[in-house]
């Protein structure tokens, strides 16, 4: 019997109990995602001043430019020791990257305008790895070199040593913070953030992050080996996850492995009041599968995408790619006040390959008891495979924003996936590999004004233009990219099959977001207005895809860059890493990213 069979059907026909096995603390660490002690969030912090009667004033959703955010004066702190533990997320026994002892890691949460401060100690030992976090989807606009790519705006932190990052919540909505050295955020160097802003749809109940994820047994460097060898075999080329997560919680079949295992480790659970309206923040933590979100019964009000309000609209299924992140709301009208639902995340199998792809937490209203299973049945939506996103025209921006009618600069982005002279098959953009330096990032070098790289950087210099076209294509059939830009939220002109023939589609206040997901043999067109000068990159949000070189830096106004007053401290880190690697050998056998 297939381990659906076994186990998601032992749930959904009775057979498992919804009391799972294993203590919290052994399944997640110090972790509360999933469990019903996990606390809703508020409308806003209110440990700051509250100017008629918010910490942003009179801004408003519909009125008030996102690109500029207000100023709070208020500081959020934060302090995270990574290290590594044993814990079974499914049940299986892995050792997994955690932030304060827990997995995922916890909630940075702060009002719109807020700075954000984080120190991290880098403690993973045995062996020591390099940690770079990056803050998923901030603008970073007086901040570049916080953006946290080792190789690009910083150096690696080194194991034993710390390093804070200081920013403005300068956007507001839904996000994650992960690692962005090699594919380490796999082996679980991630978590959620929310930033409180002007809200563009009213709701009673927050219920938080909900992540979404792919999940392997083997650690990622594991993965890598394969997916990066001399090898035909596509099962190591193009690995497949052994599990899908919610909140970092999920059962496994303990037949089908031979690493230790306790069956029905536990689901999530969560707690929907009879009548209210209620928030969920999706985000796909994932590292390659694109998820299909719903909620038996219930409809999906869609009313963000990523970190841009859009004009709401329902559906009963929402896509997410890896990286992206969608706001929902869901009103409890469906059951009485002891009747509970499944929640579903299923991995989307046209476009993404896992052996157990059905992700399940369990939704009780008021006084349902959570023991014993839902009854509920899923929506019958079939799987469109397409590998998109839902299309642009239902998609609006709550606030709009008009690009400019023509680009100063049109740039094609062709990717491809061949083999090198070593039979290792790599991605590559305009034939290009990338393979970064984690001791020279570009953007420390640009301050200095260098801006002359080697080719395996790919590195563009898009000079002083004001305005640039990227025109992404993906030829081949499969897979789809999730393709992600730092330090822009930007519009999406069009999308759809082959080449793009120069339609615009909503030109006036076309879809903004920070990743799109790009179908094969289709294309993308987005555009960026270059008023954020900084190194930047543009790359697939498949860890898999990533690490092996689908990725370029955008160079934006470089001369504007050798400005920048960037913090000693960010130098020191430079010296700390190089005292590091002049006596650890760092087997960088990917990208770097």
Request: with cysteine; hydrophobic share 35%.
């Amino acid at each position: 019997m297939s381990i659906l069979g076994n186990v998601i059907g032992g749930l959904l026909t009775g057979a498992l109990s919804l009391v799972g096995n294993l203590t919290p603390s052994q399944q997640n660490g110090q972790s509360t995602y999933g469990t019903l002690s996990a606390p809703v969030l508020p409308a806003f912090l209110t440990s700051n001043p509250l100017p008629q009667g918010f910490p942003w004033g009179s801004l408003t959703a519909g009125t008030s430019n996102p690109d500029f955010p207000p100023t709070t004066g208020v500081t959020r702190v934060y302090d995270f020791t990574v290290t590594r533990s044993v814990i079974k997320p499914d049940g299986v026994s892995k050792d997994v990257i955690l932030i304060n002892g827990q997995f995922p890691g916890p909630t940075i949460e702060a009002n719109w305008g807020d700075q954000i401060m984080v120190t991290i100690h880098n403690q993973i030992t045995s062996p020591g790895e390099g940690i770079g976090i990056h803050w998923h989807g901030f603008l970073q606009k007086k901040t570049q070199y916080y953006d946290g790519v080792a190789s690009v705006q910083q150096c690696p932190i080194a194991p034993g040593s710390s390093f804070t990052y200081n920013f403005q919540a300068d956007t507001y909505g839904t996000s994650w913070y992960h690692s962005h050295y090699s594919a380490q955020y796999a082996d679980g160097l991630f978590g959620p953030i929310v930033i409180h802003g002007p809200k563009n749809s009213a709701y009673d109940i927050d219920l938080g992050a909900i992540m979404l994820s792919d999940y392997f047994h083997k650690s990622y460097f594991e993965i890598l080996e394969g997916v990066l060898s001399d090898t035909n075999d596509f099962s190591q080329i193009v690995p497949s996850s052994d599990n899908n997560l919610i909140n970092g919680k999920g059962i496994y079949d303990c037949s089908n492995t031979t690493l230790p295992c306790t069956p029905n480790a536990g689901l999530s659970k969560f707690r929907f009041k009879q009548g209210k309206v209620h928030r969920l923040r999706l985000i796909n933590t994932g590292a390659e599968a694109l998820q299909r979100f719903s909620i038996d019964g219930h409809n999906l009000t869609v009313i963000s995408n990523d970190f841009v309000p859009i004009q709401p609209y329902t559906t009963k299924v929402v896509t997410l790619g890896v990286g992206q992140r969608v706001d929902v709301l869901v009103t409890a009208n469906v059951g009485g006040l002891t009747d509970s639902f499944w929640m579903r995340s299923n991995v989307s199998i046209p476009c993404s390959v896992s052996k157990q792809p059905y992700g399940l937490a369990a939704i009780g209203y008021d006084l349902a008891p959570l023991t014993s299973r839902p009854t509920s049945k899923s929506w019958n939506v079939p799987d469109p495979a397409t590998c998109a996103n839902d299309d642009l025209a239902l998609t609006v921006p709550f606030y709009p924003m008009t690009p400019p009618a023509q680009s100063d600069f049109v740039q094609q982005y062709d990717i491809d996936f061949a083999a090198n002279a070593s039979n290792i098959f790599q991605w590559s953009v305009n034939g290009q590999t990338f393979r970064g330096n984690y001791n020279a990032p570009v953007l420390l070098l640009a301050n200095l004004g260098n801006t002359s790289y080697p080719p395996e950087w790919n590195v563009y210099n898009y000079g002083t233009n004001g305005s640039v076209t990227f025109v992404v294509n993906n030829p081949a059939g499969f897979p789809a990219h999730p393709m992600h830009m730092h330090g822009h939220n930007f519009f999406v002109l069009h999308q759809g099959p082959g080449a793009w023939d120069g339609t615009v589609t909503n030109p006036s206040n076309p879809m903004r977001r920070d990743v799109i997901q790009v179908s094969g043999g289709s294309h993308v067109a987005i555009q960026i207005v270059t008023d954020n000068p900084g190194a930047w990159p543009f790359h697939c949000h498949i860890a898999w895809h990533v690490s092996g070189g689908l990725y370029i830096t955008i160079l934006e106004q470089p001369e504007q860059i050798k400005a920048i007053k960037i913090p000693s401290t960010l130098a020191q880190g430079c010296r700390e890493w190089a005292d590091f690697t002049g006596t650890t050998v760092i087997n960088q056998i990917d990208s770097g990213l």
